[in-house]
């Protein structure tokens, strides 16, 4: 919309300059705030605000220099003076669609989605041939992880405007989210036909060949973001993880020093190393990044899980259930985390308490095979043996192949003196885990 339209306004409403270097200075000043050659976004801002500032124009006027440095904001990444502006331009046009498109994806990045969705509405009743107002609803939508809908609104955006490359992007990581990743990489090819020198599809792209487990592809990808965008830290995280998948520990640990170095903020790129030390077992090295990632943000409940069984992997269990601890402080409905602090505590020989644990993830999520099977180990452990078969025999009833469940229940028929009955599971029991025997007697069960 800014293209030719601010030349145009000035036509229409500026009625001669008071002298020569008056109108020098216009000229400059609309070429820059519409963004003629390519200013930088801090250029543009200063050209937009010396044309508000000159009070030569009003109303819808005034309205798209409002605009324009509201998109030179948003390039800056300060979406709070965007919105500011955004606000003066629709005040001073509330019929603008494209301003209304404008604010809509200001709010889905803000994330405020359902305030997104009313102004994106909105655009499209004033002008159903909007694409960004359909293409940034569809962001909103994905945002809400509707994307059903999402995807209905990328398809209205794509039929209106086939050349623009972001709705094909969107879909794409839409039907990501879904797990299409056939139809994903479909999207992301005819984005990059779009826009070649664009690094975020090739990334899209590469994720979803990593969630496909085809990493050499994703790999290829990965590199060409790279080669486009050196400083991009997400990238070498990514490719990271791909060469973590792959078994390659020294390339994956050499790409998140490279994201480290780039962004020592980055609270991901520690995390995914400490996940490389931790398959490597360096337990100590992993727990060290872990560290440093939830210094960076003390919510990662990811890091927490992680470091968690890091210390369990040291035989640490009383410091792995205070991890959960501070998960469970966090998210006080976080089933996973009540089961992981139930198996912590149990191994640490704190039963009582494990059982509480158990009983509240149990609550939140009824039927979970391995919190039956943790519970059924703990009532084993506190001599309750019918509770611990009641567990045992409701896990197997839903996994009739459960390795613990079997050698537990096992057990239990031995000391209850069913030889016959104890046989046949622990036998079952050790043709799916030879050493689950030797398993159950590093937990004090032998």
């Excluded at 709010?107 to 002008?127: E, G, M, S, Y």
């Excluded at 797990?179 to 779009?194: E, M």
């Excluded at 290829?220 to 998948?245: H, M, Q, V």
């Excluded at 519970?375 to 309750?384: C, D, I, P, S």
Aim: include cysteine; charge should be neutral.
């Amino acid at each position: 919309m800014i293209a030719g339209a601010i030349a145009l306004a000035v036509t229409m409403s500026f009625a001669g300059a008071a002298s020569a270097q008056s109108k020098q200075d216009i000229d400059r000043n609309l070429d820059g705030c519409e963004g003629k050659d390519n200013p930088s976004p801090d250029q543009r801002i200063k050209a937009c605000t010396w044309l508000i500032q000159s009070g030569r124009w009003r109303g819808k006027d005034t309205a798209l220099f409002f605009y324009s440095r509201s998109l030179a904001h948003k390039d800056n990444k300060d979406n709070d003076k965007a919105l500011v502006d955004i606000n003066q331009a629709i005040q001073l046009d509330p019929k603008d669609a494209d301003y209304l498109a404008q604010r809509c994806v200001l709010f889905v990045w803000k994330k405020t989605p359902d305030r997104a969705i009313q102004d994106c509405n909105l655009a499209i009743k004033i002008d159903p041939k909007n694409p960004s107002a359909w293409a940034f609803r569809g962001d909103a939508y994905s945002d809400k992880k509707d994307y059903d809908r999402a995807i209905q609104d990328y398809n209205e955006a794509i039929k209106i405007d086939q050349t623009w490359m972001w709705p094909f992007n969107d879909r794409g990581t839409a039907y990501a989210a879904k797990g299409d990743h056939d139809r994903a990489i479909q999207d992301f090819d005819q984005a990059i036909k779009l826009e070649p020198k664009n690094v975020l599809p090739y990334r899209n792209r590469g994720s979803s060949y990593s969630d496909k487990k085809q990493y050499d592809r994703a790999i290829e990808d990965f590199n060409e973001a790279i080669r486009l965008d050196p400083k991009e830290t997400s990238t070498y995280i990514d490719r990271g993880d791909a060469w973590d998948s792959k078994g390659d520990h020294d390339r994956a640990i050499a790409d998140y020093n490279e994201a480290i170095w780039l962004d020592p903020k980055s609270d991901r790129a520690f995390n995914n190393r400490g996940l490389t030390y931790f398959s490597m077992k360096q337990y100590d090295r992993a727990i060290a990044d872990y560290n440093e990632a939830l210094k960076l943000d003390p919510k990662y409940v990811r890091s927490y899980f992680n470091r968690a069984d890091a210390f369990a992997k040291k035989d640490d269990y009383a410091r792995a259930a205070l991890d959960y601890d501070e998960i469970t402080r966090i998210n006080p409905k976080h089933a996973n985390a009540w089961y992981g602090r139930c198996w912590a505590r149990a191994l640490a020989d704190q039963l009582v308490q494990a059982l509480k644990d158990c009983d509240e993830s149990l609550r939140l999520t009824p039927n979970s095979v391995n919190t039956l099977d943790k519970r059924g180990f703990v009532y084993l452990k506190l001599g309750q043996f019918d509770k611990a078969i009641a567990d045992y025999d409701a896990v197997l009833k839903l996994e009739p192949k459960n390795t613990y469940s079997l050698y537990g229940r096992g057990f239990i028929k031995q000391k209850r003196g069913d030889d016959a009955g104890g046989n046949t599971d622990i036998a079952s029991a050790k043709a799916i885990q030879a050493d689950v025997a030797e398993e159950f007697a590093k937990f004090g069960v032998k």
